[in-house]
């Protein structure tokens, strides 16, 4: 089954820097990667996802890289914001017959210093 | 529109006690899935449902866990005789159907075994 490594599990920035997370994931045949945000103690929420036909997807100050080759895919955060700090989590499903679940990395927890 | 939500938000038992879990997805959503996310740790694939036919139960932990979904709609997890390491954070998400993207979770029910 699929395998998704997410690195690094804790990161700290300063207030408007850059914060970049990464994951790698074993299946070959996944093919849509989500990113989600879980603030403490409420439910997780999908902030960007990218399907395996794009390479590079932008909403605002948030971007998610691709790289099928190399089997890894990455979450870029810009002019990080206080209310950015959460826990994100980075998934991986092949969607096809008996695989539609997601796999999840163990998370990163995010905190964006004033 | 309403989101997914569970019952109860908070469960204490005693170990060895059955405890029953609810979950209401969104109206329209066809998949429904089941996930476990222990402290710290990310979310774990438990059961997924689509429509009427039968569930994937790969990811149940043993079989003291069960699920059913009642009409395509409201689904209970039933865990048997609990133990100690039962206890997370159970996620229910719906979709609207089973390969469309966008898993939407509900808040969750804190499960803790004494």
């Known amino acids: 089954g699929e395998n998704v490594e997410q690195h690094p599990s804790t990161l700290s920035v300063q207030e408007g820097d850059s914060a970049v997370i990464k994951c790698t994931y074993s299946?070959?045949?996944?093919?849509?990667f989500p990113w989600y945000k879980q603030e403490l103690g409420k439910r997780p929420q999908l902030i960007i996802d990218i399907r395996s036909n794009v390479g590079e997807k932008k909403d605002q100050r948030i971007a998610v890289t691709l790289n099928k080759t190399a089997k890894h895919f990455s979450l870029h955060i810009t002019e990080t914001q206080p209310e950015d700090s959460a826990v994100y989590f980075c998934a991986a499903s092949p969607r096809r017959a008996g695989s539609y679940q997601l796999t999840f990395g163990k998370g990163t927890k995010l905190s964006v210093i004033p | 529109g309403a989101g997914v939500s569970q019952s109860p938000s908070n469960k204490v038992t005693e170990k060895g006690k059955d405890v029953e879990l609810r979950c209401d997805p969104i109206s329209g959503h066809t998949a429904l899935y089941w996930y476990r996310q222990s402290l710290g740790q990310g979310l774990e694939f438990l059961i997924y449902?689509?429509?009427?036919?039968?569930?994937?139960k790969s990811g149940l932990p043993s079989d003291r866990f069960s699920a059913e979904r009642t009409g395509g709609s409201v689904s209970t997890l039933t865990i048997q005789r609990t133990q100690q390491e039962d206890s997370a954070v159970y996620l229910c998400?719906?979709?609207?159907?089973?390969?469309?993207?966008?898993?939407?979770f509900g808040p969750g029910t804190r499960l803790t075994v004494l």
């Open positions: 449902f689509q429509g009427n036919s039968a569930p994937d």
């Open positions: 998400a719906s979709s609207l159907k089973r390969d469309t993207d966008t898993q939407y």
């Open positions: 299946d070959s045949a996944s093919n849509y």
